[in-house]
């Protein structure tokens, strides 16, 4: 039973990889928007963010193992992130 470990793992780093590819324009992005941010700022921001992101794979495990069905909060979590990636997309509209 490599098989699945194998899969989570390749994945795992895919999604990691794009974070970090992604996360290379973050800086330029809000220093041009927002020309009062600091650096430190960001890294709080950015810090914050990963936080978040340990606290809800958590709560979406336990949910998943109580339900006994992964589907729905898959469902959950990519209806989230396409909230979130919106609110990015006009954060700059924003005063």
Do not use: Q
Not at 41 to 63: D, M, P
């Amino acid at each position: 039973e490599w098989k699945r470990p194998v899969v989570a793992i390749v994945i795992s780093v895919l999604c990691n990889v794009e974070s970090s590819m992604l996360a290379l324009g973050e800086w330029p992005y809000m220093s041009t928007i927002d020309y009062d941010a600091t650096s430190s700022f960001f890294g709080y921001a950015t810090a914050a963010s990963k936080a978040g992101h340990a606290v809800c794979a958590l709560v979406f495990a336990i949910w998943a193992h109580k339900i006994s069905a992964i589907k729905i909060p898959v469902l959950v979590g990519r209806l989230i992130t396409l909230v979130a990636c919106i609110m990015y997309i006009f954060v700059e509209f924003i005063p």
